[in-house]
């Protein structure tokens, strides 16, 4: 938004925990109050398994949202190639630090700005790293209001589109087996960027942060002998990537489904319908959710939230309790990186702007339908529309203050949840900056 030479450096991943073994990220914790619900955890084991899972200083240990868009930012070129993978209480931390100063002031002196890195085609790389990555879900609201800000075309669809091309190579958490200091330790997302490169899934001409182009920092990777992370594209874990997007009549604006870590290609059942995160928990944890049920999730969206919370409570308990392939789930929220399972969030249109998700009745069947990339509800249209007719807003969970007024101005998810000033409020643009209308 400023437009002014600078990079990004991320703080790094934390190292996993230990317990009973294992190693164990804060993604176990959450999982685990599920399990303990239903007896298959002690009070002591759960106990120990918490003081456990994060060890020191970092972000979240999977490919998670901060890991994912510490990616994301390098994918861009906005982040020097390398240093994210470098975990937060590594040795190395404090020369990293040091190199993307060097970086920095160079960018000063040739005057490199973020948009004249940020391109549809750095875009498009950086959805490329995220499916091949089994990457988080929020990418996608990140990266639409990134394009958004730099008045880029970039549409739901097209991460679709990008993710259908590139093979999940990538072992990691939530959905596979690996942390991000497994990564590093392999070759970091200098490796990832060298397969997809020579795969000709890249544009290995974007230039980055570093005066370099993506496939010159690419060439640097150094594979550690035996790695496991890091697949080769001709034995993948997924022919195609980890995010999908969804529409129907649920979702005309469309949703967003994160594949990686989980086979399930249809899915049908009865509605368990909620209208906020908290009914859905309680519902999980006394045991009232069964195998075969879609659990929706409501006005939890961008307005309706308002602020779009993520479902990782209710999903990871539904993990924790045996149900992660036997339960779907859909919310107008979001979801955390570690959630896995079959689980579609940014439901668009939201509940609280009266989307069809708001029509939905407990006991209704819900389609899933990966292949032909649809969610539908098996109600006619007729009854749909009926029941838009009589449907009335709830009232509004902040009536004043900076909620209320970001629930005033938040747009669709499907858009990025963007916050959009009236026209009568906007300034014209700096000369030399992204033009700015959010």
């Known amino acids: 938004r400023l437009n002014i030479p600078g990079l990004i450096l991320y703080g790094g991943s934390i190292a996993p925990g230990q317990f009973e073994g294992h190693a164990v990220t804060i993604q176990d914790v959450y999982e685990a109050i599920g399990k303990h619900a239903r007896g298959g955890m002690t009070d002591a084991q759960l106990k120990s398994l918490e003081v456990s899972a994060c060890p020191g200083a970092g972000a979240c240990g999977g490919q998670f949202t901060a890991n994912t868009m510490a990616l994301v930012c390098e994918f861009l070129g906005i982040a020097p190639m390398g240093l994210s993978s470098v975990p937060a209480t590594n040795a190395e931390k404090a020369a990293a630090g040091h190199r993307a100063g060097e970086f920095v002031l160079e960018l000063l002196r040739r005057d490199v700005t973020p948009s004249k890195i940020i391109t549809k085609a750095a875009i498009e790389n950086a959805i490329t790293g995220v499916a091949a990555t089994g990457g988080s879900t929020n990418s996608v609201l990140h990266l639409l209001a990134i394009a958004n800000e730099a008045k880029i ?8 589109r990008v993710s259908s091309r590139v093979p999940i190579i990538a072992d990691l958490k939530p959905g596979g087996r690996f942390v991000a200091t497994d990564l590093y330790a392999a070759g970091g997302t200098a490796l990832v960027a060298k397969r997809l490169l020579d795969a000709g899934l890249l544009r290995g001409d974007a230039i980055t942060v570093t005066g370099s182009t993506l496939a010159e920092e690419a060439a640097k990777a150094k594979e550690t002998p035996s790695q496991e992370v890091v697949r080769k594209l001709n034995a993948p874990l997924k022919p195609t990537g ?17 594949v990686a870590g989980h086979n399930l290609q249809n899915f049908r059942g009865p509605a368990r319908v909620f209208d906020n995160e908290e009914a859905a928990f309680a519902a999980v944890e006394q045991g009232a959710i069964k195998a075969g049920d879609v659990i929706v999730i409501r006005y939890e969206g961008p307005k309706g939230g308002p602020g ?20 779907a789930l859909l919310t107008d929220g979001r979801f955390s990186g570690a959630t896995h399972g079959l689980m579609a969030g940014h439901v668009a249109p939201e509940a609280a702007n009266g989307g069809p998700i708001a029509a939905i009745a407990d006991g209704d069947t819900i389609i899933f339908d990966i292949p032909k990339r649809q969610l539908s509800l098996d109600v006619s249209a007729v009854e749909i ?28 998810s499907s858009l990025g949840a963007v916050t959009a000033v009236p026209a009568a409020f906007s300034a014209p643009a700096a000369s030399g900056s992204f033009a700015r209308t959010s």
């Open 153 to 160: 075309p970039l549409s739901i669809d097209d991460f679709d």
């Open 385 to 412: 529309q009926k029941r838009l007719a009589a449907w009335r807003p709830p009232q509004p969970r902040f009536t004043s203050g900076v909620m209320a007024k970001y629930a005033l101005l938040v747009s669709s």
């Open 308 to 327: 779009m919370r993520e479902m990782l409570a209710v999903t990871a308990a539904l993990v924790g309790a045996g149900l992660g392939d036997s339960v």
């Open 242 to 258: 980890g995010l999908v997007i969804l529409k129907g009549n649920i979702a005309p604006e469309g949703c967003v489904i994160k």
